[in-house]
């Protein structure tokens, strides 16, 4: 799978998204051949990607060529109550859009899971926050690394703090839409959202 160069921050979600989805369903990516873009319903953000049996591309923007276009709010995302993607095109090319759908909604590790998997990598960061201590919507918590001088919270549902944790959604981009909760520094969210960068562009 390759990216455009110096690629967008959705192209990067769904370059991670892809990723994730290859290495649950490898036959599924290798059966695919078609051009599909996702864009935004509130702006101008889009990513085409590009299948050929095993071999996808992204670049940012909707190329007319593309088959199935999905139109999503990116604000409401993984919201309650979020309002549906709207899809164009999947009639036309039914087989590409159900395994599209399969690709963009790859299996998701607990976010426990995620979350130790997201010290491991990126602790050793600097500036990074000494701890993390991550809430979900249950009350369940779960604290990374030493939290004697204090902790980093995070706050969210568990399927939007396990997706941040793989890299397929950034902190302060969730804060701001009001999906996650943070309590620390400005320079620690920063931190914290560039380790998921890091997590986004991981290839094991």
């Known amino acids: 799978m390759t990216t455009e160069d110096d690629p967008t921050p959705l192209v990067l979600i769904l ?5 994730r989805a290859a290495a649950a369903r490898p036959k599924l990516i290798a059966g695919m051949s078609g051009v599909a873009a996702v864009c935004s319903a509130n702006d101008a953000q889009a990513v085409t990607l590009r299948f050929d049996r095993g071999d996808v591309h992204l670049s940012h923007g909707r190329a007319q060529d593309a088959g199935v276009v999905i139109t999503l709010d990116l604000e409401q995302d993984g919201l309650p109550d979020a309002p549906k993607p709207k899809v164009e095109g999947a009639l036309r090319h039914l087989r590409f859009a159900l395994a ?3 690709v963009l909604d790859p299996p998701l590790p607990t976010w426990q899971v ?9 602790s050793q ?3 990074m926050p000494p701890a ?3 809430i979900d919507e249950t009350g369940a918590e ?3 690394g030493d939290d004697s001088a204090g902790a980093y919270e995070i706050t969210g549902t568990a399927d939007r703090l396990a997706k941040m ?6 902190l302060l981009e969730e804060a701001q839409h009001g ?15 560039m380790a998921g960068l890091d997590m986004a562009t991981a290839r094991s």
């Not at 370059?15 to 990723?19: I, K, Q, S």
């Not at 995620?114 to 990126?122: G, L, S, V």
């Not at 999906?179 to 959202?193: D, K, P, W």
């Open 100 to 102: 599209l759908d399969k």
């Open 114 to 122: 995620a979350a130790e998997e997201f010290w491991r990598r990126t």
């Open 15 to 19: 370059a991670n998204t892809v990723r």
């Open 179 to 193: 999906r996650m909760h943070v309590r620390g520094s400005l320079g620690e969210s920063v931190v914290v959202t």
């Open 125 to 127: 960061r600097p500036s």
């Open 165 to 170: 944790f793989v890299g397929s959604a950034f």
């Open 142 to 144: 779960l604290v990374v």
């Open 132 to 134: 993390l201590r991550i």
